[in-house]
């Protein structure tokens, strides 16, 4: 595993938006089929969304060819409800860049048949060849997309029952009142998240110290479900001083050894592929190998 760590939730974003921007036109150099891209939602991946759209905006990066699938979405919310996570991806990101919007996938917390919903959306991200890269936040109790603690660490795309502790957090959207809240959503599952090629989850904020720690430092848990990241061929993790600052330092600078010797590696034998060839994607973001010798 990576272990990222910047000053900032700007640095943050940033790091995390030339990451997946350089996937992207990795991808591209060297294949035809769309570039599938899980997105979440919340105030986390706020800068990173900024960033990919400032890259879009300079002419470095297009989302012509790019495929999403989100996280989740609240059940009963229609899409046009301000805080529906469908609104929420268009304000942030989709209506600011060239993607097409058939590419773009979000639960549907109004079908009929939600059960239906959630096999017809599996469905869809096998079709669509599988996720790419999976980009994540976590709650503060550990949470990965709607995955409260006790989720199954083998689940799928279903209806979930939201914690008491995550109907809190989000009652902020909500004019601090968790009645308004609703009580269930349809989420991604553990093992959807797992199944992408490549895992990014970020962490910011204080508040994220303790689920940051558990993910890195114990074991894989299904009370700390953001933690399936360690049974990851290729995870990993940006987060910022804050949510570090729980990390053994050993641990901290073992992290940071990694990102210097990655970085000193890379240098040494041109694995930073260079901007991009392919289509949509003209760029000079900094180009990352997915997986590296030193990961
Ligand atoms: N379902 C979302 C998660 O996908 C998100 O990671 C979490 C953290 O949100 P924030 O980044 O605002 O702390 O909030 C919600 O519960």
């Known amino acids: 595993m990576r272990c990222i760590i910047r000053d900032t939730p700007d640095a943050v974003g940033r ?9 992207i036109q990795a991808h591209f150099a060297s294949s035809d089929r769309r570039f599938v891209l899980g997105c979440p939602t919340g105030s986390t991946p706020l800068a990173t969304y900024r960033r990919l759209v400032q890259l879009y905006d300079e002419g470095r990066l297009s989302f012509r060819n790019v495929v999403t699938f989100n996280m989740d979405e609240y059940v009963g919310l229609p899409r046009d409800h301000p805080q529906s996570y469908h609104s929420f991806m268009w304000r942030h990101f989709f ?41 994540a936040g ?16 083998a689940s799928r ?44 989850v970020l962490v910011v904020g204080q ?13 894989v848990s299904h009370m700390n479900t953001v933690s399936c990241v360690q049974l990851h061929p290729n995870p990993m993790v940006v987060s910022d001083e804050d949510a570090a600052s729980e990390l053994r330092v050993r641990t901290y600078r073992y992290f940071k050894d ?22 949509g994607a ?8 997915g997986s590296g010798p030193l990961i």
């Open 157 to 200: 795309t279903r209806i979930k029952t939201l914690a008491r502790d995550t109907i809190a957090a989000n009652s902020r959207f909500f004019d601090d009142d968790p009645a308004q809240v609703p009580r269930m959503a349809l989420t991604v599952g553990v093992q959807t998240v797992l199944d992408a090629r490549e895992v990014v």
């Open 15 to 23: 790091y995390s938006g030339d990451y997946v921007a350089a996937r």
């Open 95 to 135: 209506s600011h860049i060239d993607i097409q919007p058939c590419n773009v996938h979000i639960l549907d917390g109004t079908a009929p048949d939600l059960v239906a919903e959630c096999e017809a959306y599996e469905r869809a991200i096998a079709e669509a060849g599988g996720i790419d890269l999976f980009l």
């Open 207 to 219: 508040h994220k110290a303790e689920a940051l720690r558990r993910c890195i430092e114990d074991g």
């Open 138 to 153: 976590a709650g503060s109790d550990g949470h990965v997309a709607f995955n409260e603690p006790g989720s199954s660490l």
């Open 282 to 289: 003209s760029a000079a973001v900094l180009p990352r190998s």
């Open 258 to 279: 990694i990102e210097r010797a990655q970085n000193e590696v890379e240098e040494m034998y041109g694995l930073q592929a260079r901007a991009g060839a392919g289509k």
